[in-house]
């Protein structure tokens, strides 16, 4: 998800977001085949070649990538002499069970998906992180476990064509699948992460009372809007084309996407926070990671600093996970980040925990579903 | 044999070829099938038995048979007429033809899928042009369906249907059209009793080879497809990359390259050999 694009760039670029559910097709299809390739030369590939001084940090690839240099590069240069190499190969579970099998592990730090670092850490493949080095209590949005910590968030909003609902803008889920008070296409992101939650908040259900999530319950919902469902998008710039050209009049959409089309359009798109779904996105560390564990706890820590938090949101969007760094962004910036009070207040927080556990049959059910 | 020096020498030049088939094609190839047949339990064909009770995977495969079964059969007809064209046109024809063909052929399948993207949708080219011209009132769901995955593979694989057939036309002597002609047969009579029965290896070949390359469509239906898992292969990616389901991916892939192993062995076995590489080439 790193689906955040810099807010200051216009965005039209394909290859800012997770190949796992955002990157283009061929972007994906050229990933896939790496890491297969990776996987085969493994075996002759010594892992001291990757093992200079330096920390590598994976993250999708595209913006994400300059934000991350942005954001990291100088904070870890004060700290250590090594430099920090970023990397946008995409940490997807599939790239990090190739590297860690074949012994040819590569990245020290990694910015994935959450419930990935439950699975990953259950099946042994990432390493425990270490809170003697890291601080918990510096994170007061997302999930905290012994593989993975949040590293920042983003939000799941409606975006909607102002020009036609202005008056009265959609404020829920409900809204968003009331299709005659607000007729028109919506579209969905692709993949089920945030849609369960939506479609179960949409049919009514409190959001303290979301999780376990009621799958079945949740997948009617979705069924019941699918006439209404044009498409389901892939990447952030395929998002904002589908409200930008007007294809949809609402859309399920990242909080970092809305507000640049909201921008493009001089506010002809329009979005709210109100029962935005916030996610978190992680860090975790593969196991026998080049640089070391303890560099790639260290290098954890630093993120968490308040100054780093807020610069990354400042470069990228991406919401702060330590609450310290809200404080510290300027007015404007504090009415776009998904975890400033009065944004995260009216927000839902998505658990992970959930998706680790079901993600798999979930999603042959979800993917029948949309597929059929 | 093998004691004259020579003849080692003779060996061991031609020795990389089979070594780079063996490490870079067969051993990768058996890694994918040793996936496909271990299971948590050790190695057993559950995957295999998951793809046959499955419904959504056996919806997913049927799916993609149907598709490529359309698509195959539209884009060899569409080639065959551009074929004949191409090899009985006049001059200029052949070339703007020509262009026609190739220039889509060089371009990547993913601009190519978003350039019909921009056509097709809702308030694209077509649409814009149909209700312009009064043809339509509401716009036609050309795209992001299958519809649209079907538009775009057929304009990805006419090319590699148009060259077999193209090359087999090629050989057909022209006198022996002359003489039907001069005969009193009919364009169809002789379109019939000549050139269909001197392509069909050429049209076999090019069924064949659209078919087994339409299997493995991932970019096309994913951009085309209105991000819906229309096709196996984006199954396959979300198998292997989403859940790190290995062995369901292998099995699956497996599958599909059984498939087109049986049609290879199947076009082997009618048109020869020899005939294939030469129409092929």
Partial sequence: MTNRISTTKKGNEMTVMKPDRNLPAMTRRQFGLSAIAAAAAGAFMPRSVFAADQLVVANWGGDAVTAFEQAFAEPWGKLNSGKLVVDGGGPSEGAIKTQVDSGAVRWDVCDGEMYSSYRLGKEDLVEKLDFNVIDKNLVGFGDVHDFGIANYVYSYVIAFDAAKFGGDPPKSWADFWDVKKYPGKRALYKWMSANLEIALLADGVKPEELYPLDLDRALAKIAELKPHILTHWETGAESQQLLRDGEIVMGQVWNTRAELVKKQTSGQIDYTFDQAVVSPSVWFVPKGNPAGRDAAMRFIRMTQEPEVQAKLMEVYGMGPVNPAANALLSPELQKISPTAPENIERSVSMQNQWYAENYGQALDKYTALISG | ?281
């Fill in chain 2, 1 to 281: 044999m093998l004691k004259h020096p020579a003849n080692w020498l003779g060996l061991s030049l031609a020795l990389p070829l089979p070594t780079l088939l063996v490490l870079a094609y067969l051993l990768p190839l058996a890694g994918v099938l040793a996936w496909s047949v271990s299971t948590p339990a050790g190695i057993g064909f559950g995957h295999y038995r998951q793809i046959a009770t499955d419904p959504l995977i056996l919806s997913i495969l049927w799916r993609t048979l149907r598709i490529c079964t359309v698509v195959t059969l539209v884009s060899v007809v569409i080639a065959y007429f551009l074929a004949y064209h191409l090899r009985f046109g006049s001059l200029l024809k052949k070339r703007i033809l020509l262009i026609g063909v190739l220039i889509p052929f060089w371009l990547s399948a993913l601009i190519r899928a978003f350039a019909w993207l921009m056509i097709l949708r809702g308030n694209g080219l077509a649409n814009t042009f149909l209700q312009s011209v009064g043809a339509i009132s509401e716009p036609l769901a050309l795209a992001r369906n299958e519809l649209g995955v079907m538009i775009g593979m057929v304009h990805f694989l006419v090319p590699y249907a148009v060259l077999p057939i193209l090359s087999s036309l090629q050989h057909i002597d022209d006198r022996l059209l002359q003489a039907s002609r001069s005969l009193g047969a009919s364009f169809w009579r002789s379109f019939k009793d000549i050139l269909l029965p001197l392509s069909s290896s050429g049209l076999l070949a090019a069924t064949v080879i659209v078919f087994v390359f339409s299997l493995g469509f991932f970019v096309t239906p994913s951009v085309l497809g209105g991000g819906r898992v229309v096709m196996v292969a984006e199954y396959i990616y979300l198998q292997m990359f989403q859940l790190s389901n290995w062995g369901l991916g292998a099995a699956l892939s497996a599958i599909l390259m059984l498939i087109v192993v049986a049609l290879m062995l199947l076009l082997i076995r009618i048109v020869g050999i020899r005939r294939l590489m030469d129409t092929a080439s």
